[in-house]
């Protein structure tokens, strides 16, 4: 005996199974399309190493392993022998690359384990080489003082320079009055001292006339 089922969108009726079934189905496609398009063709391929040789993988099974991996991925980490590693989605793609390209004898899988070894270990080597990134960025911004254009250099002159330069600059401003005040000095100057000539020969021009007259 079977049990029936109508579909509440189109009206067909059918074996209850084939629902449940077609349920399955669309929870596995909605799980694969939530996975990074980067990954999809790989963990499609991926997903074929648990199927068993005599017949199809399951639709339940399809939706768990995907749901399951999908929250590991999306976490940005893997957590194997209680130590926790960075999983960008750089090192899954290292990950399932190398899985499938030397896939275990073992087949078919029973869960991700092997997987997330193989990915612990991806972890390790991206960390390694974004430490050497770093340690070569840190000897490449040592070097680059000796590169640097003279603004650069001006900027970082000590406090002695600068207080000099500041006296150097008040100093021209103090003597720039006096410099300027020197021309009429001296004209004042030379006028007092020719202004008593200028008088006694006025007197002597008046003697001498009165003289004549």
């Known amino acids: 005996m079977t049990l029936k089922a109508t579909c509440p969108e189109c009206g067909m009726s059918g074996d209850m199974a084939a629902f449940v079934t077609q349920g399955e189905h669309n929870q596995a496609l909605a799980a694969a399309l939530e996975m990074p398009a980067l990954l999809s063709s790989r963990i499609v391929r991926y997903l074929g190493m648990f199927r068993p ?14 749901g399951e991996l999908k929250e590991t991925i999306t976490s940005g980490v893997i957590e194997r022998k209680g130590i926790t590693r960075e999983a ?13 390209e030397r896939p275990p004898s073992n087949l078919p899988l029973s869960g991700h384990g092997y997987l997330y070894e193989v990915v612990a270990n991806c972890a390790d080597r991206h960390a390694g080489d974004v430490e050497k990134q770093r340690e070569e ?11 640097r254009p003279p603004s650069a250099a001006f900027q970082e002159r000590s406090t002695d320079d600068v207080l000099a330069e500041h006296r150097r600059m008040a100093e021209r401003q103090a003597n720039a009055p006096r ?3 020197v021309p009429s000095q001296t004209a004042k100057a030379n006028e007092q001292a020719n202004a008593p000539k200028r008088l006694s020969d006025l007197l002597k021009g008046a003697a001498n006339q009165g003289d004549q007259q």
């Open 53 to 66: 040789a005599s017949r199809a993988l399951a639709s339940a099974k399809s939706a768990r392993l995907l």
């Open 179 to 181: 410099t300027q005040k």
């Open 88 to 100: 960008p989605l750089r090192v899954w793609v290292m990950a399932l690359d190398q899985l499938l």
């Open 137 to 147: 960025a840190k000897r490449s911004g040592a070097k680059a003082p000796a590169n």
